[in-house]
């Protein structure tokens, strides 16, 4: 099993991007997706999260109101779009993968993942 993450790099302060994840070994829509990140000396945080069974997506606060994620289950693959960067964006971003969350509340714990990606560096700056 394999997710691996692209679409990172430097973006200018203000600017977007969009991150793929795609999997190998495993069919993302037999699972729960969510995109993580982490910044130097901060826990993991929870970014966006994507249900396999009713298309429920969710948005950590970082994220909410600039950010979209999707599927795409005819390429095994998901994407993160984030608008309006900060220096505060900057961090490692991971993909992962549960087949089940138990309290939708809770998608954001990083230890109930089975499958993780190797991340992909994100660096807002000018």
């Known amino acids: 099993v394999q997710l691996v993450e692209s679409g990172g790099g430097l973006v200018q302060p203000g600017g977007s991007l969009i991150l793929s994840c795609t999997a190998s070994?495993?069919?993302?829509?037999?699972?729960?997706i969510s995109w993580f990140r982490q910044a130097p000396g901060k826990d993991r945080e929870g970014v966006a999260y994507?249900?396999?069974?009713?298309?429920?997506?969710l948005y950590g606060e970082s994220a909410l109101g600039r950010s979209t994620m999707a599927r795409d289950n005819t390429k095994n693959s998901v994407y993160l779009q984030m608008n309006t960067l900060t220096p505060d964006d900057t961090a490692a971003y991971y993909c992962?993968?549960?087949?089940?969350?138990?309290?939708?509340?809770?998608?954001?714990?990083?230890?109930?993942?089975?499958?993780w990606g190797q991340g992909t560096q994100v660096t807002v700056s000018s």
């Open positions: 992962a993968a549960v087949r089940t969350v138990h309290y939708l509340g809770l998608w954001h714990i990083p230890n109930q993942y089975d499958y």
């Open positions: 070994g495993l069919s993302l829509d037999d699972y729960h």
């Open positions: 994507s249900s396999n069974k009713d298309g429920l997506t």
